[in-house]
T-cell receptor, first 111, second 116 residues
Framework: DAKTTQPNSMESNEEEPVHLPCNHS???????IHWYRQLPSQGPEYVIH???SNVNNRMASLAIAEDRKSSTLILHRATLRDAAVYYC????????????FGKGMKLTVNP | NAGVTQTPKFQVLKTGQSMTLQCAQD?????MSWYRQDPGMGLRLIHY???????DQGEVPNGYNVSRSTTEDFPLRLLSAAPSQTSVYFC???????????????FGSGTRLTVV
């Protein structure tokens, strides 16, 4: 399985954009990049995923580097509700289909 | 549409007791899985299933059994509870995309288990 590296924590201010980085230098060509988040005392929540090109949805944007060794989750306007632990997870189609979580990165949003 | 439903929400067991954590989804998802999360840690995969009648082990399967007789249900059985199994347990499900891969997983709200 590909390894990921995320900062342990980040802080942002409310209503400002937030860029959450993830390094996945050992990713293979068929690994999708998934992002999940976990709010306090809740189960994880799917945020976004992509393979090669940048992706957008109502929650966030995902920017994937051209060499796919890193990606950035972009929250365009952080809210207090975005305070959570964010997980960047490579996922391989056609493999064991398992979603393996690391320790994630804690995002604090200041009012 | 209830999503992924886990019962019970809280449970206290004595060492050596057995119990079943229930997980049900009403989204007709093929894929289901069980995770445990210890305090301050990420989630660890216990068992997963890619369809009815098919199950496989994850990272930490010891002490747990699963079966998948229907698409909707994926119960997790603790055969002889141990204090090391004190944790929060999450069930998740997903569906297979037409062009390959799975969409984002939907998680239940968790079962908080304490073994004394």
């Amino acid at each position: 399985d590909a390894k990921t590296t995320q900062p342990n924590s980040m802080e942002s201010n409310e209503e400002e954009p937030v860029h959450l980085p993830c390094n996945h230098s050992t990713i293979s060509g068929t690994d999708y990049i998934h992002w999940y988040r976990q709010l306090p005392s809740q189960g994880p929540e799917y945020v976004i995923h992509g393979l090669t090109s940048n992706v957008n949805n109502r929650m966030a944007s995902l920017a994937i580097a051209e060499d796919r060794k890193s990606s950035t989750l972009i929250l365009h306007r952080a809210t207090l509700r975005d305070a959570a632990v964010y997980y960047c997870i490579p996922w391989r189609q056609g493999g064991s289909e398992k979603l393996v979580f690391g320790k994630g990165m804690k995002l604090t949003v200041n009012p | 549409n209830a999503g992924v439903t886990q019962t019970p929400k809280f449970q206290v067991l004595k060492t050596g007791q057995s119990m079943t954590l229930q997980c049900a989804q009403d989204m007709n998802h093929e894929y289901m899985s069980w995770y445990r999360q210890d305090p301050g840690m990420g989630l660890r995969l216990i068992h997963y299933s890619v369809g009815a009648g098919i199950t496989d082990q994850g990272e930490v399967p010891n002490g747990y059994n699963v079966s998948r007789s229907t698409t909707e249900d994926f119960p997790l059985r603790l055969l002889s509870a141990a204090p090391s199994q004190t944790s929060v347990y999450f069930c998740a499900s997903s569906y297979y995309l037409p062009r390959g891969g799975y969409y984002g997983y939907t998680f239940g709200s968790g079962t908080r288990l304490t073994v004394v």
